[in-house]
């Protein structure tokens, strides 16, 4: 990370067109998930709140596990692309349930969700997946987000950045567990094409060209901060908004690292957006 570092101040890069992209899909989902977890925190002031304390051995071994799990589903081919499909609808499916649940009672909210997810299966476009995939990390990072404290979100943002580090650069398998999920058509990010006119090609052209010309930005790389986010929602919506906005810069400096590359190879996303986030959150301690 030190060395990209260093190369990008020696020859700064950047693609506006893609850039804009990827700020609007990511800006998006934060404004939406910022939404969501304030109109919760309005109906739900009383829900119980996770302490750092709250937390468990038995947490820390569960949370292993699943990835343990995912490491060996992704290495079954067969076996990989049912796992993955399942996994992308149930977040679909649950996140928008979250989202339209903010503002409609049921059983609109399920009606709705079941036509988002019946709409991202049988339209196969790029448009259509990140939209579904939008609604349901917006759905889901708000609903962990305002039941844990500022702290845990550190915690798990720190924590889940250096994982990154070392799961993309050192053992290099989250790379293949995001080479199984394109090969299965069930990608787990936004789908970014190279031009706007392509967000109507299909997932298939997309799958096919992803590495080329269509880029992938994980939903991990914006559910995190996402939760950390809404997690500051109950004490202070302008804090949050100030973290976000920090967050958008560590989107800046992701792009700017990845585009600044001699050649082009996946990287750790979350590292910069989790620094700058956590750096909005100083700031905003200050301001606020």
């Known amino acids: 990370m030190l060395k990209q570092l260093v190369l990008v101040m020696c020859g700064m890069k950047i693609q506006p067109n893609l850039f804009l992209k990827e700020a609007l899909m990511f800006g998006g989902t934060f404004a939406l998930g910022l939404f969501v977890a304030y109109q919760y925190v309005i109906q739900l002031p009383n829900v119980e709140i996770i ?43 649950a996140g928008s349930q979250i989202v339209i649940a903010s503002v409609a009672p049921f059983p609109l909210d399920i009606i709705g969700s079941l036509l988002i997810l019946a709409t991202f299966l049988v339209a196969h476009t790029v448009i ?24 845990v979100g550190v915690v798990v943002l720190v924590l889940m950045s250096f994982y990154d580090i070392i799961a993309v650069y050192k053992t290099r ?7 199984s999920m394109i090969r299965s058509g069930a990608v787990f990010g936004f789908i970014i094409p190279p031009s706007t006119e392509l967000f109507m090609a299909s997932r298939h052209e997309a799958k096919s060209r992803i590495g080329t ?3 992938i930005l994980g939903s991990g790389d914006i559910g995190l901060p996402l939760i950390f986010i809404s997690s500051l929602v109950r004490q202070s919506l302008p804090e949050a908004i100030i973290v976000a906005c920090f967050a958008m810069l560590g989107l800046l400096l992701t792009h700017i690292l990845f585009v600044s590359q001699t050649k082009r190879q996946p990287m ?17 301690l200050v301001i606020i």
């Open 51 to 93: 302490q750092p304390s709250n937390i468990t051995t038995g947490d820390i071994v569960g949370f292993i596990l699943i990835f343990v799990a995912v490491w060996l589903v992704s290495r079954i081919r067969q076996l990989s692309s049912w796992v993955f499909w399942i996994f992308i609808s149930i977040l679909i499916l």
């Open 128 to 151: 259509t997946h990140d939209i579904a995939i939008a609604l349901g990390i917006a759905g889901l990072g708000a609903a962990v987000g305002i039941i844990i404290t500022p702290t």
């Open 173 to 179: 398998h989250m790379v293949r567990i995001a080479e």
């Open 268 to 284: 750790a996303a979350l590292p910069p957006i989790a620094t700058m986030t956590l750096i909005g959150y100083a700031v905003a």
């Open 213 to 215: 010309d269509f880029m």
